[in-house]
């Protein structure tokens, strides 16, 4: 197996538990109560921030510069995710004044300050094990939900919600991210392989308690 597919392979528990989490069910099913939505988009909003900012640290510490222009391109990335979240925001009539306001929440907390530790620490390829965890268990959750129910890309207020992780862009953004992994460790050791492994999976673990955070309202 390459890099990224032990990488799966170590999480696929945990990310079976993401398919089967209330929240992400109530997004598929058009069902979740919309303050828990609310609260997410906002704490969601603010992980990006951070997540845009290991990609800068990620470009600094690139070894080459078709790797730093790679991360560099993806910070771009997240300003286009970012749109989408402004999107839900004015929906629910969420303000910048309120965003600035909020505290992450804990788990929100722990999670970014883990990922920018990673980044500032250690290097490229470890930069790259801690954002690909999110990258793409997006895709996974939202490819699950329409294969669990085909009709969740048309709900009224989910829909977009959805439609963005399935997109062919999106999948594609994930490819070229899940080649430069697997490129970066191509000469790892296994011992070096095991800890970018270990990254993955950590930052997995935040996935699932991000889920929960954003079910229970945890502050």
Excluded at 122 to 143: N, P, Q, R, T
Aim: glycine share 6%.
């Amino acid at each position: 197996m390459n890099t990224t597919e032990k990488m799966l392979a170590a999480s696929a528990e945990i990310w079976q538990k993401y398919t089967k989490h209330p929240f992400v069910l109530g997004i598929q099913n058009g069902t979740l109560d919309r303050e828990k939505f609310r609260y997410y988009i906002i704490q969601d909003y603010l992980y990006l921030e951070d997540y845009a900012k290991t990609f800068a640290v990620g470009v600094a510490k690139a070894k080459s510069l078709e790797t730093a222009n790679l991360f560099a391109k993806y910070i771009g990335v997240m300003n286009g995710e970012l749109d989408v979240h402004k999107g839900y925001l004015a929906r629910l009539g969420v303000t910048q004044q309120e965003i600035e306001r909020t505290p992450r929440a804990l788990d929100n907390l722990s999670y970014t300050s883990y990922m920018l530790r990673v980044a500032y620490e250690e290097g490229e390829a470890e930069i790259l094990a801690a954002v690909l965890a999110c990258a793409c268990s997006y895709e996974f959750i939202a490819k699950n939900m329409v294969k669990s129910n085909p009709s969740a890309t048309e709900d009224c207020f989910y829909g977009d919600w959805t439609r963005g992780y399935i997109s062919p862009g999106y999948s594609e953004e994930n490819a070229v991210l899940i080649k430069k992994m697997n490129r970066l460790s191509a000469h790892c050791t296994e011992k070096q392989i095991q800890h970018l492994v270990d990254i993955f999976v950590a930052c997995s673990r935040y996935e699932l308690a991000f889920w929960d955070m954003s079910w229970n309202l945890s502050r």
